[in-house]
């Protein structure tokens, strides 16, 4: 598919020197200019929430710093984990003297080089923690070894409305735990992403086929097949969803569809309707809806269902007062 | 390109279905299902603000109706406009006793049905203005005869703050008549939307053309030419735009780029970063920016850029509170 870009090479630098010239009000690059940080951080110190990956998938990372929210985003290459130097600059950048939680989804690159940040961040005597955010159902049995993909959002969410109240460093974790480990996502590609340097496809995939259970690079899905109406194709996904995470009637969920950039929002409010009445259906209560691109995966056509397991107290973090240009409630 | 759908033929019924279940906290359907209006009206009488058109330009209309925002939104079929009796109705539905004001873009089909609406409210002693948008530069030469695009929402936050002041009719019909007669904009598309009734496009472009000056329906723009990179579009934008406006060194403006639905934000901000730097380059002070898909064409690949000349009175208009699911603010 078709993008409006300059140098595919430049875009990543492009994409970030146009989004602090939109938002200059909110956020600025730091030294190192793959690190996003709020222009003031919070006047009462806290723990400062760093969030980040690779780009393309915007409005993830950088879309969520903001007052209230995160207070750095690391950015990487397209699907391409950020440097090391740069997760430790995100900490100098944001720490407060209260430590700082990293937040993002589990993928081995990222690891990597945000656990090196962490460690030279220890050698300057900061404590950094991390919560690897697992929602993606498919992509392995057990929580640990999942892949992250929309929940990055929820967890970030729960994760600041904690650090917003001066919680320490241990606290704030335990709330991101808590969120990710309620947390359960899968999804749906109709088309790849188009790579800005080579102007092409990651994948190939046939003009009436879908991908069920596809992860937001492209990783591969359960089965490659034809692409069916968008009630059936949400029944599909709740019956992965479902009893991977065992709901139960009368229990209460936050319900998000993710759109992954090329999917209309007509469509996406379609998805919705039927997990709405799915859901509704089964006795569980909806407390909270989300729809929209959240995490993309730039132009791909496709979309993810997340569901949230609530208590009062995730549900409670979940409505906090956000402010960032891609996250804005209370 | 693929969607994800049911039959064609209920999209628009399933999509309102789905945005009302989504955002039934702030928006639900008035007796007619066709017309989405804010669960409770303004504590204070307010001059009714309606906003509509035909629907595949989401988060428009809908998007839009919410605490200090529309409060209501009319909707017709895909790229048609909504019928006389939803025009009616949605006066009927949130008229406070200081009349309403009908605010849409400028299409033959949305005149004559809005027109039928407001001399039927008439009938019943309710006093309905209109003012179109006619935001489009190059689909006309006199701003009277151009289209409405993505100023819709210029105009629309205009309007708003006037009435939330509690002023007259005739001072919020003033209020958008500024918005719009200091609003314009341009746009460039790369690919057609896809129909969800047919499923196919509405119109065929080459693989590496795209069309500068399309219409937000697919509307014939200047001239079908090969894509170009980024930064050459907006000046070829922004070469047009700028005369027609006569934009001076040391005005200040607002800027939004606005996607169409298909482009990743990632490339938005770059156009924008573009747009930026030939404004302050040319010593336009930006005083406000929009990035973001405000007013699509579903799944169409492509963007517009529209500037505002501001004074003072205007940038406070833009900077006032909002409150909708697709506007949020202050």
């Not at 692409?227 to 949400?234: C, F, R, T």
Request: hydrophobic share 40%; net charge negative; proline share 4%.
């Amino acid at each position: 598919m078709k993008r409006l870009l300059n140098d595919g090479y430049d875009a990543v630098e492009e994409l970030l020197d146009g989004y602090v010239k939109a938002h200059g009000d909110v956020v600025k690059l730091a030294d190192n200019e793959r690190v996003v940080v709020r222009t003031t951080l919070s006047p009462q110190p806290k723990v400062g929430i760093i969030f980040g990956g690779g780009s393309g998938h915007e409005p993830l990372f950088l879309g969520y710093v903001g007052e209230g929210v995160a207070d750095a985003a690391v950015i990487g290459n397209v699907n391409t984990s950020p440097d090391p130097i740069a997760c430790y600059d995100a900490v100098t950048a944001v720490d407060q003297g209260k430590g700082c939680l990293y937040l993002y989804g589990n993928y081995q690159g990222d690891v990597l080089n945000f656990d090196m940040g962490a460690e030279m961040a220890a050698d300057d005597g900061i404590t950094v923690e991390t919560v690897l955010i697992t929602d993606d159902v498919y992509s392995a049995k057990d929580r640990a070894d999942r892949r992250g993909v929309a929940g990055d959002v929820i967890v970030l969410m729960a994760a600041c409305a904690v650090a917003n109240t001066g919680a320490d460093l241990a606290t704030v974790k335990a709330a991101a735990e808590k969120a990710n480990d309620n947390t359960y996502s899968m999804g749906v590609a109709l088309s790849s992403s188009t790579l800005p340097v080579t102007g092409k496809p990651i994948f190939d995939i046939g003009p009436d086929d879908m991908e069920v259970g596809m992860g937001i690079h492209g990783e591969p899905g359960i089965e490659r097949k034809k692409l069916e109406p968008a009630d059936a194709v949400m029944d599909e996904i709740l019956g992965i969803v479902l009893p991977d995470m065992n709901l139960q009637s009368g229990e209460r969920v936050a319900v998000m569809i993710n759109g992954l950039g090329g999917l209309p929002l007509m469509d996406q409010y379609i998805c919705y309707r039927r997990v709405h009445d799915v859901l509704t259906e089964k006795g569980v209560t909806i407390a909270k809806s989300m729809v929209g691109n959240y995490a993309t995966s730039m132009d791909m056509i496709g979309m993810g269902v997340t569901l949230v397991r609530l208590d009062d107290e995730l549900e409670a973090w979940l409505n906090a007062p956000f402010d960032a240009p891609y996250l804005k409630q209370g």
